[in-house]
C-alpha cells in the first residue's frame, strides 16, 4: 500500500476520534448533568479545531519543507464541516426543536447565532466543491478564489465563540490569535511573491 495511503489512515481516524469519544460518552450516559449545552460546546470546540488546523497545512507544509501535507488538508476541512454540521444540528434540534418560532427568536436576540450560522454557511460551498472532478469544472482560480471563504469561516466562528462567552474569554482568544497569526503568515507570503515576481512587459 503506498505510504500516502497509510498516512490518511492515520490522520482519519485522529480527525474522527472526538466524534467516537463523543458518542462513547452518551453511550455511557456521561455528558454532564447538561448534556445538550455539553456536546453544543464540544461540537463547536472541533469545529474551530478543525477550522484552524486547515488553514495551517499550508503555512506548515512551506516551514517545514513538507509539500506532502497538502494531501490532508481536504479532509481536514471536511471534518471541520463535518462538526460544524453536528454542532448546528445539535442547536437546530437537540436544542431548539426544530420550533422555528423559537430559531427565528434567537437571531433577533442573540448576535453570536449570526455569526455562528454565517460560519457555518461560509463552509457549505467548500465542502460542496472539496472533489477534484468541481476543481476541473470551476478552474483552478476561481476554485481556488471560492475556497478562500475558510478565512470569513475561520473569523465568524472565532466572533462566535467570542460573542457566545460571557466572562471566560480564554479560548476565543487562543483560536482568535491563531487564526490572526496564519492570516498574517498569507498575507505576508502573498506580498513577498507579488514582490518578487517578474514585471510583465
Known sequence: MPRRRWAKLVVFPLCLSPACWLAWRAWNSNLTPNPIEYITHFTGDWTIRMIVATLAVTPLRRILHLPGLIRFRRMIGLFAFFYGCLHFATWFGLDKFFDMHEILGDFVKRRFIIAGLVAFLGMLPLAITST??????????????????????????????????????????????????????????????RRAAPAVP
Open 132 to 193: 477534484a472532478g468541481w476543481v476541473r469544472r470551476m478552474g483552478g482560480r476561481r476554485w481556488q478564489a471560492l475556497h478562500r471563504l475558510i478565512y470569513l469561516s475561520a473569523a465568524s466562528a472565532v466572533v462566535h465563540y467570542y460573542w457566545l462567552v460571557k466572562s471566560d474569554i480564554r479560548l476565543p482568544a487562543l483560536y482568535g490569535s491563531l487564526v490572526g497569526l496564519l492570516l498574517l503568515y498569507r498575507l505576508v507570503w502573498w506580498l513577498w511573491n
